[in-house]
């Protein structure tokens, strides 16, 4: 089982469209140095770090070295991982494992992405297998759409619950200083008024049928870093640390084709691993909040059935309802989530460390409205994978 | 000293890094091609254990992890599971705007082909309707020997 483990720090920069004001070197130390003095330690303290990002979105690769001066590591134990969208949650979790494991009493663990270092879709198809889906596939978004479109013909949802899903996250942006997306346009409108602007509004690009530019995340540039601490520190470092509850990840198959579009099986499966783990047995009942990576719209409908929400094709009846927004029944996403900011090796230890926050009753102005005891994170990338980490008040059993 | 102080224009410095990457395709893989590019025929390999049939082919069953050896010919037909159409530009579209990506699962295979529709309207595409792989002219031992899929 190994030791118990708690995220007593969190640090982030301003997550923003472009920050040429620094280069990745110095990017990665604002987010060291704002999580270091939330800790209240110095890198003194530190005993190892772990850091992820995309080498290909900036084209230079072993950050765990040339970074050193920036990330802290000069002279310690550093280790470098790197798994698409999930690297952020990846870093987390191998972060944890070295406390877990007794060996290493705190660790930090960072994320960083300067997306506008260069072309993102033609950075993520170096992702794709080079004989058998770069010739005849280019990007992402096509790939998420082809997802979307099944979604919609198998449930009968419409591009107006897909719209209900951004509304959600660009408001909840709105409380979050770190997001990239302010649009502030949106403040005091209701969301069934914002969904019709939004679908109907002639300005809104359509990408790849049934996605428009508002289903999508933006790319950004930022970085993120959490210090996880063993149990016996944790407590003296943190006056409530977000423990780690239980944690798994899932991998699919490499060929877009062969993944299972009609459901998201990795997250699935690594939600119930989580849940099995951590003796959950009614996942919206007994989650105070969630932090998912969510990078389009659909996502937001479809993989809340997978995790366990709600039954397949009842996503859209919860958003509808209301039950994930900031005063709904269980939260997704009080920081705005991956549709308003995505730098993406820091995007998914953001949704550790916002999902932190929460549990800490430290997250200002996007704090839910109760005691947080369990906040659910997730990490998606490459094809298919799924990270989760589940965080909360209690030490873990 | 005042040269100095003043405030500088924040650098950006372009890159030229152009690596001329080539890739193996493997044994299994170019059987798969080579049957693609001379004969017009699509293969599959079926694993010993679970008796999926792979296309494209791949050497090990990822869930049974065991070597998949047995190939069978599988149709040039099958299903559309899935489909999008991409409206924004960028180089790496294998084809001018817009134009179709499919989910098309030929019949006897598992999973499905991400690959490019053609031959029909976007208007006129519906889920669940027979495709059939056309073959390009020109055949170079690519997975663009099938130029795209087409309503059968
Ligand atoms: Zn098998």
Not at chain 2, 39 to 52: A, L, T
Not at chain 2, 66 to 82: I, R
Not at chain 2, 110 to 126: R, S
């Amino acid at each position: 089982m190994g030791k118990r483990v708690a995220v007593v720090g969190y640090g982030q920069t301003y997550q923003r469209s472009s920050r040429k004001d620094v280069n990745g070197v110095e990017l990665i130390n604002e987010a060291v140095r704002v999580a270091l003095a939330d800790a209240e330690l110095t890198i003194k303290d530190i005993d190892a770090i772990v850091i992820g990002n995309m080498d290909h979105f900036e084209g230079i690769n072993y950050v765990d070295m040339w970074s050193a001066e920036g990330s802290g590591a000069v002279m310690k134990p550093v280790m470098k991982v790197t798994t698409g969208g999930t690297t952020g949650t990846s870093v987390a979790m191998c972060a944890y494992y070295h406390v877990a494991s007794g060996m290493f009493d705190k660790v930090l663990a960072i994320g960083w992405e300067k997306n506008s270092e260069s072309d993102t879709t033609g950075a993520i198809i170096t992702a794709f297998h080079p004989v058998w889906e770069r010739p005849n596939l280019g990007g992402a978004v096509a790939g998420l759409a082809i997802e979307a479109s099944k979604y919609m013909h198998d449930y009968g949802a419409t591009e107006k619950d897909g719209a209900r899903v951004a509304v959600r996250e660009r408001l909840h942006a709105l409380n979050n200083p770190y997001a990239h997306l302010h649009q502030e346009w949106m403040k005091g409108i209701p969301p069934d008024q914002l969904v019709d602007l939004i679908v109907g509004s002639e300005q809104n690009q359509l990408l790849a049928y049934p996605l428009r530019m508002s289903d999508m995340c933006p790319r950004t540039d930022g970085a993120a870093a959490v210090i996880f601490a063993v149990e016996g520190k944790a407590e003296k470092i943190a006056p409530i640390p977000a423990w780690v509850q239980a944690t798994a990840n899932r991998h699919n198959f490499v060929y877009a084709g062969d993944v299972d579009m009609a459901r998201n099986t990795t997250i699935a499966e690594a939600s119930q691993a989580v849940f099995r783990k951590a003796g959950i047995k009614e996942p919206l009942k007994q989650i105070d909040v969630c932090e998912l990576y969510l990078p389009y719209s659909y996502a937001g409908l479809k993989w809340i059935e997978d995790i366990g929400f709600c039954g397949y094709g009842e996503g859209p009846r919860l958003l509808w309802d209301g039950v994930t927004d900031m005063d709904g029944e269980m939260p997704i996403n009080p920081s705005g989530g991956v549709m308003s900011s995505n730098a993406i090796g820091a995007t998914a230890l953001i949704r550790v460390g916002e999902g932190a926050l929460q549990v800490m009753g430290r997250a200002g102005a996007r704090q839910v409205n109760r005691k947080v005891n369990l906040a659910f994170c997730s990490g998606f990338g490459g094809c298919y994978w799924a990270d989760i980490m589940l965080l909360g008040r209690k030490k873990p059993a | 000293m005042a040269k100095a102080r003043r405030k500088a224009r924040n650098v950006v410095y372009a890159g030229r890094i152009k690596v001329p990457y080539a890739w193996s395709v493997g044994a299994t893989g170019s059987r798969f091609l080579t049957a693609l590019r001379d004969d017009q025929e699509i293969w599959g390999v079926k694993c010993p254990k679970c008796k999926r049939v792979y296309v494209y082919p791949i050497k090990n069953c990822g869930e049974c992890f065991v070597p998949t050896e047995q190939w069978v010919k599988v149709a040039n037909v099958g299903t559309l599971e899935s489909f999008t159409v991409v409206h924004y530009k960028h180089d790496m579209q294998p084809r001018k705007r817009p134009l179709i990506y499919g989910l098309v699962k030929l019949d006897g295979t598992d999973g499905a082909l991400l690959h490019l529709i053609g031959g029909v309207e976007p208007a006129k595409i519906k889920l669940g309707m027979r495709m059939k792989a056309v073959f390009a002219r020109q055949r170079a031992g690519s997975i663009l020997d099938i130029q795209h899929f087409a309503p059968a």
